[in-house]
């Protein structure tokens, strides 16, 4: 990190980014299989959120963003070990047509922060 973001903005959090391609026949089956996987993460106390995105242009595509309160190191050495994920990736693995990526970003401090009150329709709440 530059020592200008080091020093002006402390930490908040993390979020992994996690971009997974399958072949469009196997979604549905991708998506079946990470749902016991996704239940527990998201029962986790540092997990802020999970969301899990799809391409509308591109079917089997997916990115899930996780937002988590701890760190890198406490991710890959505390949660990235969890036994829940080998029954997920024993299942989902042998559908992936390119190589898992992750990626993980720090988050930047309340300024650039904005959840906007409502339901997740666009509707006010």
Known sequence: MSPQLQSSHPFH???LHVTIV???ENADKFLESLRPCFDAVTAEPECMSFQVFHDAEQPGYFRFVEN????KDW???NQLTKDYYKPYEEATKPLWIKPRELKVFEQLDDAWTVVNAGSKDGTPA
């Open 13 to 15: 959090g993390i979020s």
């Open 68 to 71: 988590w309160s701890k760190d």
């Open 22 to 24: 399958v072949a469009p």
């Open 75 to 77: 991710l890959i050495k």
